[in-house]
């Protein structure tokens, strides 16, 4: 079981990219290696805040709200694509002054960093991978794709009880936490989860795999021992693929490494991007 942590708050901030305003978390103090922080799809920036807290000490976190996610703005279908995801990353980036960078990415954020790596090696100092292959498998989304209006809540308990009957795997308390963060109010008083339902429905994911040997920085891959999204098969081609690419798998651990085991996932991904 996790240790539960103490949160301190970032500051919320907001930037105009490419016609989008988009929210980013900044738990900046200055001097230390520039990270940012990508959730997957459905989630939010909010999702890595005892992560952020945690890798805060030794490097400059922001965590971004991607486009249809969290505070940002909810883009049109079109902009849900691959392509689109890495345009905005470089666009906070320039806006926050950082010609290079490194970038972690958990499962949609794994994808679109995999893909601006590839395509931009002058900008990523260093990627981190989590639990992310390079071909999406819609299976795996299916009930949101096919959702026709995004889940209600009568109460925060609601939202916690459904999240541990899909991940029994968090800290409580790291849950209750996650839970507060990413959902909003509804005018008749229920909660519902703050993404666009056209993301899911709408997200056009690139074939990443032609694009790994392109990647040229150092690559940490991170798997969850317990996960079905990153099969180790697919894994070790992925580690064949990428030229400078490291592999650490990460016990008690599903598809949210970061939320599940977050100890042994900082201690990974602070090594390696601090190395």
């Not at 922001?62 to 392509?83: I, K, W």
């Not at 795997?169 to 209750?176: C, G, H, S």
């Not at 599903?254 to 939320?259: N, P, Q, T, V």
């Amino acid at each position: 079981m996790a240790t539960p942590v103490s949160v301190t708050r970032p500051q919320s901030t907001f930037v105009d990219v490419n016609g989008l305003r988009l929210r980013y978390l900044d738990w900046r103090t200055g001097g230390k290696p520039p990270v940012m922080l990508l959730h997957g799809l459905a989630v939010f920036a909010h999702a890595w805040d005892h992560n952020s807290e945690a890798l805060s000490e030794a490097l400059d976190i922001v965590a971004l709200d991607q486009r249809g996610h969290g505070e940002s703005d909810r883009g049109p279908c079109e902009g849900y694509r691959t392509e689109t995801y890495a345009s905005d990353i470089l666009g906070v980036a320039d806006a926050l002054g950082w010609t290079r960078f490194s970038l972690v990415g958990q499962s949609m954020g794994g994808h679109n960093s995999m893909y601006t790596a590839a395509m931009h090696p002058e900008r990523v100092e260093r990627l981190v991978i989590s639990d992310m292959e390079p071909t999406m498998r819609l299976d795996l989304i299916a009930y949101m794709r096919d959702a026709d209006s995004l889940p209600e809540y009568a109460s925060i308990d609601e939202v916690i009880a459904d999240a541990h009957a899909r991940n029994p795997r968090p800290d409580p308390v790291l849950e209750r936490q996650r839970a507060e963060n990413t959902v909003r109010r509804l005018p008749n008083g229920r909660l519902t989860p703050m993404y666009d339902l056209m993301a899911p429905k709408c997200w056009q994911a690139l074939d990443l795999w032609p694009y790994l040997p392109r990647i040229t920085c150092p690559t940490l891959l991170m798997r969850g021992a317990e996960s079905p999204v990153l099969r180790p098969d697919v894994a070790k081609q992925m580690v064949d693929a990428i030229p400078n690419c490291q592999f650490v798998e990460i016990p008690g651990a599903g598809h949210s490494i970061g939320l599940d085991n977050p100890e042994a996932s900082d201690a990974a991904m602070r090594a390696f991007l601090t190395d």
